[in-house]
């Protein structure tokens, strides 16, 4: 079982920024895609960033491009979301999501979906106020 905790969130100034951090434990790191999804009130959890097994290919949701950064430090374990300029918009709770890609004929790409995914954090709380 791999367990993921999300920590970094909080509440911010429209225009300021918050990194996000994932720690996974019980899976060798660099057997995980690593995913970030939002869920806002009365909305539904929808993607936001992806990244493979070594950190060497990433994408986007289109309201994120040119604002966040999803990276990753397999040395710790950990995967990070980098927020930037942020908006009013953008207040969710945020989570963690892991895809095993051990067994897959394709272990490099990244997951965008639900569905695809294994393993969820419990979320972390982001505010951005106007």
């Known amino acids: 079982q791999v367990q993921l905790v999300e920590s970094g969130g909080g509440s911010v100034q429209a225009g300021g920024s918050l990194r996000l951090s994932c720690a996974a434990s019980?899976?060798?790191?660099?057997?995980?895609?690593m995913g970030w999804f939002r869920q806002a009130p009365r909305k539904e959890r929808e993607f936001v960033a992806a990244?493979?097994?070594?950190?060497?290919?990433?994408y986007y949701v289109d309201s994120a491009k040119g604002r966040f950064t999803i990276s990753r430090d397999n040395a710790k374990n950990t995967v990070y979301l980098q927020m930037n300029s942020l908006k009013p918009e953008d207040t969710a709770i945020y989570y963690c999501?892991?895809?095993?890609?051990?067994?897959?004929?394709?272990?490099?790409?990244?997951?965008?979906?639900?569905?695809?995914?294994?393993?969820w954090g419990q979320g972390t709380q982001v505010t951005v106020s106007s």
């Open positions: 999501a892991a895809r095993d890609v051990l067994g897959l004929l394709q272990r490099d790409y990244t997951p965008r979906s639900r569905n695809e995914y294994d393993y």
């Open positions: 019980g899976r060798t790191f660099s057997d995980l895609a």
């Open positions: 990244i493979n097994w070594s950190g060497g290919s990433t």
